[in-house]
């Protein structure tokens, strides 16, 4: 395949390029590489090209930057008491990617899903492994933990949570609050998200003002105001009509193309399973089906 420079950096690390524009070994006029001939080599790529005064040819061979996983989960173990809720979960989510967790009743996807968020802990720290953004969230202190959060993780539960003294605007500022997030600064965010999300007359409604598909929304709005690497979400849409589920459903899509967060979307809805990018199943407090 034959590619131009242009096309070629967007694909690649742009600054791979950059040594290209030295001077030539053969000549010294400077090197204009009009086109590169990739080949691929095992795992990296082969760079065959030619300076256009001298025709003197290089090859050079690079890896490509790797994909950084999102989430890095090993061995997650959770007991209360003498019940072992999970069993050594392991679990990699690439950025970007949406993810859906299936399964029965007191399998534990609600358990694992809380201590994906950090709002639990394993009960094996010492023996696990729990990063996020390549952070060790487990070696992190409860303030450094609460800010962490905060920043990267969103929340989107099935019940939306709103509280009800406050309009839904005030409700979507509440973590960039939490932030500190200057108010105008937040509100502006708030407004942008709310009108994306189809909610631009409903600033100043409550949620007793609002259906059950708008309440959702907003609850969407506010796990997004801090522009979160991940979203976790519990059941999105079990407690909406079907009409209603189907747009959030497809409003995750939209928010992954828009955003480029990572869903995590715990659920017993088929359909939306079905649409993720992979489908884990949970039988027993482990994961059974990648």
Do not use: W
């Amino acid at each position: 395949m034959i590619l131009n420079l242009n096309q070629v950096t967007q694909f690649y690390d742009v600054q791979v390029f950059l040594t290209y524009n030295s001077h030539c070994t053969a000549c010294i006029n400077p090197s204009i590489y009009k086109e590169f001939n990739l080949l691929k080599k095992k795992m990296s790529l082969k760079l065959r090209t030619h300076c256009v005064f001298c025709n003197q040819q290089r090859i050079v061979y690079f890896q490509p930057p790797k994909e950084k996983g999102m989430i890095t989960a090993r061995n997650i173990q959770k007991n209360y008491g003498k019940l072992q809720v999970l069993k050594g979960v392991d679990l990699a989510i690439k950025k970007g990617e949406i993810v859906s967790i299936v399964g029965a009743s007191g399998a534990g996807k609600t358990t694992l899903l809380q201590i994906l968020g950090t709002l639990d802990h394993q009960s094996n720290p010492k023996e696990s492994e729990l990063k996020i953004k390549e952070v060790e969230v487990t070696a992190l202190k409860d303030k450094d933990l609460a800010l962490f959060r905060n920043k990267h993780i969103g929340f989107i539960f099935q019940f939306h949570q709103l509280l009800p003294e406050f309009t839904a605007l005030e409700n979507v500022c509440i973590p960039a609050y939490i932030k500190k997030t200057a108010s105008q600064e937040a509100e502006t965010r708030a407004k942008e998200l709310l009108d994306f999300l189809g909610l631009k007359g409903r600033y100043h409604h409550k949620p007793s003002e609002l259906s059950g598909g708008e309440q959702q929304r907003v609850a969407v709005a506010r796990a997004l105001i801090n522009n979160p690497s991940v979203i976790l979400a519990d059941e999105p849409s079990g407690n909406l009509d079907s009409e209603s589920a189907d747009i959030l459903h497809n409003l995750f899509f939209q928010l992954r193309k828009e955003f480029g967060q990572t869903f995590i979307i715990v659920t017993h809805n088929e359909e939306l399973a079905d649409m993720a990018d992979r489908k884990l199943t949970m039988v027993d407090g482990q994961i059974v089906d990648h």
